[in-house]
């Protein structure tokens, strides 16, 4: 079996595949509850298996969780875990950045969409919203912007008459009520980001992409972007697996 997670700022999603890349178990975490007495109790399940655990491979963007979470597996399991920075990640796609200085999920995005042949575009509506572009098998860099999530919610602690709300997709541009005006602003100024920076990406490139949308929010935006684009939000996963089958 190949133990491989994702350990983001908000959510933590563990997974347990078979040798023949089928599911066995997934878990969620909420990463800013994570301790040794959490860990216990939520993964306990999975590594006393350890005889059968081929691969421990995480993608990280907290270190002090993957850290926690290493020293939970090798002092209570014997097990060892590997951060994909760790690793030779450059058999499966060509860098050309200083991949110090890119989030590993973004690097797995890169690597669950790769296909050789491709270019594309992957934006992610994390906590930030992240652009990164494929060309062929080579990964040129990216662009990070305020996330959806993030923005809204430093909006209503920041001005006291706009009430919490959660954002939806909305077709009038134009907002009758605090509410509707608010959603309307963060929905269709979402979009204009999007397609600006996917613009500026082409003409700075002289490429077209295919679009791959990932993270919490992408649900809401795929059907209103002009182009065509596709929604994945397992990618991370899939990077990560084609990192656990190669190594």
């Known amino acids: ?28 975490l909420k990463s800013y ?42 002092k209570n399991y014997k097990l060892k875990c590997y951060e994909i920075k760790q690793l030779k990640i450059n058999k499966l796609i060509k860098i050309l950045v200083n991949r110090k200085q890119i989030g590993s ?9 790769n296909d050789n042949r491709n270019n594309y575009i992957i934006i992610d509506f994390g906590t930030a919203t992240t652009f990164d572009v494929i060309i062929k098998n080579k990964y040129l860099g990216g662009i990070i912007a305020p996330g959806v999530s993030l923005s809204l919610n430093t909006l209503v602690s920041k001005a006291s008459l706009i009430p919490s709300l959660k954002l939806k ?30 613009d500026k990406i082409s003409k700075y490139t002289k490429k077209k992409y295919k679009l791959i949308l990932t993270g919490g929010y992408s649900h809401l935006f795929i059907k209103s972007l002009k182009q065509k684009a596709y929604l994945d939000k397992d990618i991370t996963i899939k990077g990560l697996l084609k990192i656990a089958k190669l190594l």
């Open 1 to 28: 079996m190949y133990v491989i997670g994702d350990i983001g700022n908000t959510e933590t999603k563990i997974c347990v595949y078979s040798t023949q890349k089928k599911i066995v178990k997934k878990i969620i």
């Open 105 to 113: 999920d973004r690097l797995c995005n890169a690597i669950g969409i």
């Open 169 to 198: 997709k909305v077709k009038n541009v134009l907002g009758k009520n605090t509410i509707s005006a608010v959603r309307s602003g963060f929905y269709w100024g979402y979009i204009g980001l999007v397609e600006n920076i996917i």
């Open 33 to 74: 509850l994570i301790n040794n007495k959490y860990l216990k109790k939520n993964l306990s399940s999975i590594f006393k298996k350890k005889k059968v655990i081929k691969k421990i491979i995480f993608s990280s963007v907290v270190p002090k969780i993957f850290k926690l979470i290493k020293v939970f597996l090798l």
